[in-house]
Protein backbone atom coordinates (compact mmCIF):
# COMPACT_ATOMS: atom_id res chain seq x y z
CA UNK A 1 0.00 0.00 0.00
CA UNK A 2 1.55 3.36 -1.03
CA UNK A 3 2.91 5.74 2.44
CA UNK A 4 1.65 8.96 2.91
CA UNK A 5 3.48 11.63 4.49
CA UNK A 6 2.23 15.09 4.93
CA UNK A 7 5.13 18.02 5.44
CA UNK A 8 3.22 20.61 7.24
CA UNK A 9 4.06 24.46 7.69
CA UNK A 10 6.24 24.57 5.14
CA UNK A 11 6.87 28.71 4.89
CA UNK A 12 7.72 28.25 1.37
CA UNK A 13 6.80 25.13 -0.96
CA UNK A 14 8.91 25.93 -3.74
CA UNK A 15 12.21 26.59 -1.80
CA UNK A 16 11.34 23.35 0.91
CA UNK A 17 10.47 21.07 -2.37
CA UNK A 18 14.25 22.23 -4.16
CA UNK A 19 15.60 20.96 -0.48
CA UNK A 20 13.22 17.89 -0.71
CA UNK A 21 14.47 16.55 -4.13
CA UNK A 22 17.78 17.43 -3.69
CA UNK A 23 17.88 14.98 -1.14
CA UNK A 24 15.45 12.56 -2.85
CA UNK A 25 17.89 12.62 -5.66
CA UNK A 26 20.64 12.04 -3.76
CA UNK A 27 18.95 9.13 -1.89
CA UNK A 28 19.10 7.56 -5.76
CA UNK A 29 15.29 7.97 -5.45
CA UNK A 30 12.84 8.64 -8.69
CA UNK A 31 10.39 11.13 -8.18
CA UNK A 32 7.69 12.67 -10.20
CA UNK A 33 6.16 16.22 -8.75
CA UNK A 34 2.97 16.81 -9.54
CA UNK A 35 1.26 20.71 -9.50
CA UNK A 36 -0.12 23.28 -11.85
CA UNK A 37 1.52 24.08 -14.80
CA UNK A 38 2.50 27.64 -13.39
CA UNK A 39 4.13 26.04 -10.61
CA UNK A 40 5.70 23.20 -12.03
CA UNK A 41 7.43 26.25 -14.49
CA UNK A 42 8.52 28.46 -11.03
CA UNK A 43 9.90 25.29 -9.77
CA UNK A 44 11.66 24.27 -12.87
CA UNK A 45 13.19 28.05 -12.85
CA UNK A 46 14.45 27.41 -9.48
CA UNK A 47 15.88 24.16 -9.35
CA UNK A 48 18.41 25.28 -12.35
CA UNK A 49 19.31 27.85 -9.90
CA UNK A 50 18.96 27.57 -6.01
CA UNK A 51 21.98 26.08 -5.22
CA UNK A 52 25.31 27.25 -7.03
CA UNK A 53 27.01 23.37 -6.48
CA UNK A 54 24.48 21.54 -6.48
CA UNK A 55 22.13 20.25 -9.81
CA UNK A 56 18.92 18.43 -9.56
CA UNK A 57 18.59 16.83 -12.84
CA UNK A 58 14.83 17.20 -13.41
CA UNK A 59 12.80 17.21 -16.77
CA UNK A 60 9.05 17.67 -17.88
CA UNK A 61 6.64 14.63 -18.22
CA UNK A 62 6.73 16.22 -21.91
CA UNK A 63 10.48 15.38 -23.17
CA UNK A 64 11.09 12.46 -25.34
CA UNK A 65 11.00 9.04 -23.88
CA UNK A 66 15.05 8.29 -23.38
CA UNK A 67 15.21 11.62 -21.25
CA UNK A 68 11.85 10.74 -19.33
CA UNK A 69 14.27 7.20 -18.27
CA UNK A 70 17.62 8.83 -17.47
CA UNK A 71 15.74 12.13 -14.97
CA UNK A 72 15.46 11.20 -11.87
CA UNK A 73 13.26 14.21 -11.56
CA UNK A 74 10.08 14.66 -13.62
CA UNK A 75 7.56 17.53 -13.78
CA UNK A 76 4.25 16.53 -14.24
CA UNK A 77 0.47 18.13 -14.40
CA UNK A 78 -0.75 14.44 -14.96
CA UNK A 79 0.18 11.25 -13.83
CA UNK A 80 -0.87 9.30 -16.85
CA UNK A 81 2.35 9.36 -18.87
CA UNK A 82 4.86 9.14 -16.17
CA UNK A 83 7.82 5.97 -16.19
CA UNK A 84 8.11 6.72 -12.60
CA UNK A 85 6.26 5.19 -9.62
CA UNK A 86 8.50 5.31 -6.52
CA UNK A 87 7.92 8.96 -4.90
CA UNK A 88 4.89 11.85 -5.77
CA UNK A 89 5.17 14.87 -4.34
CA UNK A 90 2.32 16.50 -4.41
CA UNK A 91 2.25 20.71 -4.69
CA UNK A 92 -1.00 21.07 -5.82
CA UNK A 93 -3.99 21.88 -4.73
CA UNK A 94 -6.39 18.49 -5.32
CA UNK A 95 -5.77 14.99 -4.84
CA UNK A 96 -3.85 13.34 -7.21
CA UNK A 97 -5.35 10.94 -10.10
CA UNK A 98 -3.41 7.79 -9.65
CA UNK A 99 -1.47 8.21 -7.00
CA UNK A 100 -2.22 5.18 -5.86
CA UNK A 101 0.61 3.80 -8.70
CA UNK A 102 3.45 5.58 -6.38
CA UNK A 103 4.98 3.57 -3.21
CA UNK A 104 5.34 7.02 -1.74
CA UNK A 105 3.76 10.34 -1.82
CA UNK A 106 4.41 13.63 0.09
CA UNK A 107 2.12 16.47 0.37
CA UNK A 108 4.25 19.89 1.10
CA UNK A 109 1.49 22.13 2.85
CA UNK A 110 2.06 25.61 3.73
CA UNK A 111 0.70 27.71 6.33
CA UNK A 112 -2.04 30.01 3.63
CA UNK A 113 -5.68 28.76 4.93
CA UNK A 114 -6.42 27.77 1.14
CA UNK A 115 -3.52 25.22 1.42
CA UNK A 116 -4.14 23.99 4.39
CA UNK A 117 -7.76 23.91 3.49
CA UNK A 118 -7.70 21.21 0.58
CA UNK A 119 -4.64 19.38 2.57
CA UNK A 120 -7.56 18.82 5.14
CA UNK A 121 -9.83 17.41 2.54
CA UNK A 122 -6.65 14.97 0.85
CA UNK A 123 -5.56 13.79 4.32
CA UNK A 124 -9.54 12.53 4.82
CA UNK A 125 -9.77 10.98 1.48
CA UNK A 126 -6.80 9.15 2.06
CA UNK A 127 -7.92 7.49 5.83
CA UNK A 128 -10.79 7.06 4.95
CA UNK A 129 -9.46 5.11 2.72
CA UNK A 130 -7.32 3.40 5.41
CA UNK A 131 -3.80 4.66 3.91
CA UNK A 132 -1.41 5.24 6.95
CA UNK A 133 -0.27 8.58 7.52
CA UNK A 134 2.39 9.99 8.50
CA UNK A 135 2.64 13.92 9.86
CA UNK A 136 6.25 16.13 9.49
CA UNK A 137 5.48 19.25 10.89
CA UNK A 138 7.78 21.61 9.81
CA UNK A 139 7.19 24.02 12.54
CA UNK A 140 7.94 21.93 15.44
CA UNK A 141 10.70 20.54 13.52
CA UNK A 142 12.45 24.26 13.95
CA UNK A 143 11.46 25.16 16.66
CA UNK A 144 13.81 21.43 18.13
CA UNK A 145 16.39 22.31 16.02
Not at 22 to 39: D, I, M
Not at 69 to 96: D, F, I, K, R, W
Not at 128 to 139: I, L, Q
Request: proline share 6%; net charge negative.
Amino acid sequence: MTEIAFHFNVPDKLAYSCRLLRKAYLSGAKVVVTAGPEVLAELDQLLWSFSPTEFVPHCHVSAPANSLAATPVLLAESLTACPHHGVLVNLGQNMPAEFERFERVIEVVTQADDDRLAARSRWKHYTDRGYAMKRHDFATARESA
